[in-house]
């Protein structure tokens, strides 16, 4: 195994540091804490929901609902990482307030836009929590692995036959935007949850539905044999698929392959251990080709278009399941460490943006160019930490189960068929308004094929 070798390094240029840079010692356990502590204060400046008359667990405008989930998540492993559990209350506030008293995770405020996508991000930093051992909620709050169990549970009764032959549709509700679409990133998490919920409960049902899920992938095209990771595919034009690759996509499956090699033996291992190989050395297309070592989202950073906004923290993610990866399959640490430290080195060389002079940008890659390229947000500070904190990795206890180390309450039952309240709010709520409708980002899923097509190019 290897990494692409057409995308290997052409030349690389010797990165100038901008005056004032933080400059990373990947050595330095101090100075890895102090970057991504640089980054992760960044993010929070965002942040306001614990201040009164805010909602906790709610960014302002232009970030989504889902991207707060993804945040906390991401805040966890900060904790868990360094040591530092300054944001742990701010956290704690915000995911019981968005994970609602029933467990599900489906507060009425996002209704109209909530996807599965959406959903499950949250869902994976409940079960991040119960892996990390992130303190457990008050006794008769819904628990972090009931609260996983519950999610899981909801989506798989929403896995659809009837239509391009298996798969999550992308939207829950009929009337939203998106609910013709099945995309790759709502199965990917929903895989991903499956096969987390398979290592810490040990439940075969889990190990069947990852396989059910990664099978429907691979057949319906979303996958390729060489395991490139398409976006999705649309049920009204015969399941034609929309071939644009984005990092997380990438991540979620193969973190998620990680988990499923590291649990399973013999053949099944043998499987696993072909996928993950097979989508590591496909996951060079997101370093870029002239500085191969550097992450990039390939088919926005480089282009006039630019990111948007939910795309600008898809690296985070990624960096977060490739760290994940060199725990749950040590064989890897040696290839993915050395991208990770040269990512989050040339990451924190753009955190010299902004009124504050610390500000991180979006292009890691342009170091030479000019440090800070303009882009800042909560994805950008968002990408910077988790590239930096993943560093931390090596030596860290591996993520708990429910027999070593875990000790959060489960519930296998909840969120079944007669909680699903896709099927009781289509009966509860009235059609939303056109206004409503308009909140939905189909628009983010098309504008980008031209762009798609030049991944496709660099990598054949
Ligand atoms: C924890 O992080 C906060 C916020 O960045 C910082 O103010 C504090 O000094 C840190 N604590 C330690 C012990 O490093
Ligand atoms: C829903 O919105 C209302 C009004 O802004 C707010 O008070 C409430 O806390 C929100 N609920 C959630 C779960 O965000
Ligand atoms: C659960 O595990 C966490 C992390 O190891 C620990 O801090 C906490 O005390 C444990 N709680 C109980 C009730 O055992
Ligand atoms: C739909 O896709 C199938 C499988 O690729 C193909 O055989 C069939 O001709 C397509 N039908 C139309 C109308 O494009
Ligand atoms: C599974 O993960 C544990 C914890 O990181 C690790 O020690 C073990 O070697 C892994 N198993 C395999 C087969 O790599
Ligand atoms: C395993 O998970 C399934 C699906 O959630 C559940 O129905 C079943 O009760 C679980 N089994 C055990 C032993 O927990």
Same mark, same amino acid.
């Given at each position: ?48 929901? *614990? ?6 667990? $709610?960014?302002?405008?232009?970030? %989504? ?24 209350? $701010? ?5 019981? *307030? ?40 008050? /006794? ?19 896995? =659809?036959?009837? *239509? ?28 991903? &949850? ?23 992938? /691979? ?5 390729? =044999? +060489? %395991?490139?990771?398409? +976006? ?8 034609? $698929? ?10 979620? %499956?193969?973190?998620? /392959? /990680? ?16 996928? &993950? ?10 370093? *870029? ?34 760290? &994940? ?30 009124? =504050? ?61 007669? =909680? ?41």
């Amino acid at each position: 195994m290897r990494w692409s070798s057409k995308l290997a390094a052409i030349w690389t240029a010797a990165l100038i540091v901008p005056s004032g840079a933080y400059e990373l010692d990947v050595n330095s356990r101090d100075s890895i804490i102090k970057g991504a502590t640089i980054a992760a204060d960044g993010m929070m400046n965002y942040y306001a929901g *614990h201040l009164p008359g805010n909602t906790p667990g $709610i960014l302002p405008p232009p970030y %989504y609902w889902w991207e707060v989930g993804a945040m906390f998540g991401g805040l966890m492993d900060y904790w868990w990482y360094t040591g530092n559990d300054t944001w742990n209350d $701010i956290v704690m506030q915000g995911m019981l *307030h968005q994970i609602g008293a029933d467990g599900q995770i489906m507060p009425k405020n996002q209704t109209t836009t909530e996807g599965n996508d959406d959903q499950a991000f949250w869902a994976i930093a409940t079960m991040t929590a119960a892996e990390r051992g992130f303190p457990n909620p008050p /006794a008769g709050k819904p628990q972090w692995l009931a609260v996983t169990q519950t999610v899981f549970n909801l989506q798989a009764t929403r896995w =659809d036959d009837l *239509h391009c032959d298996g798969g999550l549709r992308w939207q829950i509700f009929t009337w939203n935007n998106g609910y013709d679409y099945k995309n790759t990133v709502s199965n990917g998490c929903f895989f991903q &949850l499956a096969t987390r919920l398979a290592r810490y409960t040990g439940n075969n049902t889990y190990v069947e539905w990852a396989n059910k899920v990664w099978d429907w992938t /691979a057949a319906s095209g979303l996958i390729s =044999d +060489d %395991y490139r990771f398409y +976006d999705g595919l649309d049920i009204r034009s015969n399941c034609t $698929i929309n071939h644009n690759q984005w990092s997380y996509n990438a991540g979620l %499956y193969l973190g998620g /392959a /990680a988990a499923m090699y590291n649990i399973s033996t013999g053949a099944e291992q043998e499987k696993w251990k072909k996928r &993950l190989d097979g989508i590591l050395w496909m996951s060079g297309v997101f370093f *870029h080709p002239e500085q191969a070592d550097i992450m990039y989202e390939a088919i926005c950073e480089p282009y006039p278009r630019g990111c948007n906004t939910d795309q600008k923290s898809f690296k985070a993610y990624f960096s977060r399941w490739l760290a &994940l990866t060199t725990q749950l399959a040590p064989y890897t640490a040696e290839i993915i460490m050395p991208k990770l430290r040269t990512s989050a080195k040339a990451a924190l060389r753009t955190c010299v943006g902004g009124t =504050d002079g610390i500000t991180c940008g979006l292009k890691w890659y342009k170091g030479d160019w000019g440090a800070w390229d303009g882009n800042f947000g909560v994805g950008e500070q968002m990408a910077v930490m988790e590239v930096t904190q993943g560093l931390l990795i090596p030596g860290m206890p591996a993520p708990f189960t429910e027999t070593k180390g875990g000790n959060s309450t489960g519930d296998p039952s909840a969120g079944g068929a007669g =909680d699903n309240p896709q099927l009781n709010a289509i009966v509860d709520l009235s059609q939303p308004t056109a206004g409503q409708k308009a909140g939905a980002a189909f628009a983010t899923l098309t504008v980008l094929s031209m762009t798609g097509y030049m991944v496709y190019y660099m990598v054949t």
